[in-house]
């Protein structure tokens, strides 16, 4: 089916819709800067995990992040090479599986490395092993988010590691960026070199980890690069990884919904959609962030949810058809009254929300579908009762 890829008017149920052009321009990208920089630059399921895209992505790169077993089963299987993978914890009944499926394994703690390195080497000999560390510095401000937090779970301080790192130890992995600049990173960067680089010498790779959101139109690359390269010279043998996950499918493409009802009160106008914040646009109410709506401006509340005078007609609050009383956000101002059926776009809802989905009250999940460059849909995945039944069984 061909579709418009502006109002998408051929759609009459909800769907995630990724752009392949828009995809592909993600990935062109971030390959021009692994090449340019010297990094291998890989993608994070925690983001993105539509496995069905994989053979473009193989085009571009050759290797994915896995923080579960399920995700590094997909790697493997699906993605066609072994995962770098993380977990805050390792359990004794997958770490056989994980290890089988990963080129690269992180552990959390030295008393997770202490109980289960020697297995994973016995399961995968080649797998290379190495600790998160935690640099006690983050710029990330939503605390639900933040990685560096007093009283993390995440990554060994500097005054836990011994001087010299036991040998199967080959890198250092930190994650302390959130959709951050370059300028962040840099900042970020001098820290992890003041508690961390007297162990680079035993090292033969570091891990960025995500948050390089360089996808993003003011994204200055070419800062990025730099600082890479910079490092470079500082520690020559360090093979250097980022693994971004919205850089991959940041602005590529929207969720479509359908208006179902209009209701008022007290003044208040909700258009009630045929999807859900808390269920398909979960990261909207969890961050929270205000998502751009196609067509619509954005309008600004009070405290206490009311507007201000003067702002003209046709404003409403978007409403999901869950039955949690918090499923709405607002508000938007739309160039007309909104009808039953006709579309409501949200914009850049691809990575982060495909794989943050639920069944909450068992509501139809939107479907998944893959728009070429010549406007050709072609659907990858419609969900039904039974995927909801199953869920149970």
């Avoid at 992505?57 to 699906?78: M, Q």
């Avoid at 680079?200 to 993003?216: A, S, V």
């Amino acid at each position: 089916m061909k579709i418009n890829l502006t109002t998408f008017e051929e759609l009459h149920h909800p769907v995630y819709v990724l752009e392949e052009s828009r995809l592909r321009r993600n990935l062109q990208l971030i390959s021009q800067v692994s090449q340019a920089a010297d990094a291998e630059i890989i993608l994070a399921f925690k983001a993105f995990a539509l496995w069905k895209t994989f053979p473009i992505f193989r085009e571009y790169i050759s290797a994915t992040t896995a923080s579960s077993l399920s995700e590094a089963r997909l790697g493997y299987e699906e993605f066609g090479s072994r995962t770098h993978t993380f977990s805050p914890a390792y359990t004794d009944d997958e770490i056989d599986e994980i290890a089988r499926c990963s080129s690269h394994l992180t552990f959390n703690s030295l008393s997770q490395w202490q109980r289960l390195a020697d297995r994973a080497k016995t399961v995968n000999p080649s797998i290379s092993l190495g600790v998160r560390v935690n640099p006690e510095y983050s710029e990330v401000e939503t605390v639900l988010y933040n990685p560096c937090a007093p009283g993390t779970r995440f990554g060994v301080l500097n005054s836990q590691l011994p001087e010299q790192l036991p040998s199967s130890i080959e890198g250092f992995h930190c994650h302390t960026l959130c959709e951050s600049g370059p300028d962040v990173f840099q900042r970020t960067l001098a820290h992890i070199e003041e508690r961390f680089s007297k162990w680079f010498p035993q090292l033969k790779w570091i891990n960025f980890g995500g948050g390089h959101l360089m996808t993003r139109n003011d994204y200055d690359t070419s800062l990025l690069i730099s600082i890479l390269q910079d490092f470079h010279r500082r520690y020559p043998h360090l093979h250097v990884i980022l693994e971004p996950g919205s850089a991959f499918a940041w602005q590529t493409g929207p969720l479509v919904s359908q208006v179902v009802d209009v209701v008022e009160n007290h003044g208040v106008r909700t258009a009630i959609l045929n999807v859900s914040f808390t269920c398909h646009m979960p990261d909207c109410l969890e961050m929270p962030y205000h998502p751009a709506v196609r067509f619509a401006r954005t309008i600004e509340e009070d405290a206490e949810g009311r507007i201000p005078d003067g702002q003209g007609e046709h404003i409403y609050r978007l409403g999901g058809c869950s039955c949690l009383s918090g499923d709405f956000m607002g508000r938007w101002q739309f160039d007309h009254e909104l009808k039953v059926g006709e579309n409501v776009i949200f914009e850049d809802m691809i990575h982060y929300t495909t794989v943050k989905t639920n069944m909450f009250n068992g509501i139809t999940h939107p479907s998944l579908a893959l728009a070429h460059a010549d406007g050709e849909l072609e659907v990858l995945r419609q969900y039904g009762y039974e995927d909801y039944r199953s869920r149970m069984d």
